[in-house]
């Protein structure tokens, strides 16, 4: 069956790691059958840059996985939270007309839902959160051994938890002891793209035909 990659990639500024995570899953097509509408999510590719990494060595990295086969055509999701319009910039340009993917760049915020507008897409940390909790709880997220630091991965995941005030406002406790959740933004990104795509459980009841007279 087809399948379809979705990249996460959590820019951290100058002195902060950047990490990148590769998700894979099914393409589920129109009117599939209800325990086809939501596959296994299986993780790819995990890469953490060290901090002081250039922004160039990365580009060149993701443009390099975006130009091979099977990831041609993919989703990139691009976390802005940290950094300025200048990197945004020279990230997009060092994508442009070299890489067949649909691009998105998002901030990640409080809130409860996501919302479009001049700043682009913003993202609650509490529906990262979710949706990585329904990916663990339904073991539909698989994490290989063998990726580097995929033992980190799980350790921090098993560690998170979302914290909503009475103030409505959302906020994320630590996914880790450490100081960093880039490896846990990088999959929720590519994860939540990839779930978001996927098809409803249940379809929308079809209109009554409309009788005409004639």
Known sequence: MAK???LGLDLGQASEPTALAVVERLVVPPGAA??????????RHLQRFPPGTPYPEIIATVRGLLQTPPLAGSTLIVDRTVVGLAVLSLFKEGFENQVNCLYMAVTIGAGTDPTTGEGGIQVPRKELVGVLQVLLQTRRLQIPRSLPDA???????????????????STLESWREGPHDDLVLAVGLAAWQSEKTLPPLVDPPRPWPTRVRV
Not at 151 to 166: C, G, N, Q, S, Y
């Open 4 to 6: 379809c990659y979705f």
């Open 34 to 43: 209800h325990d086809l509408r939501r596959p296994v999510q299986s993780l």
């Open 151 to 169: 033992a980190l991965l799980v350790d921090e995941m098993m560690k998170f938890k979302a914290k909503i005030t009475l103030a409505k406002d």
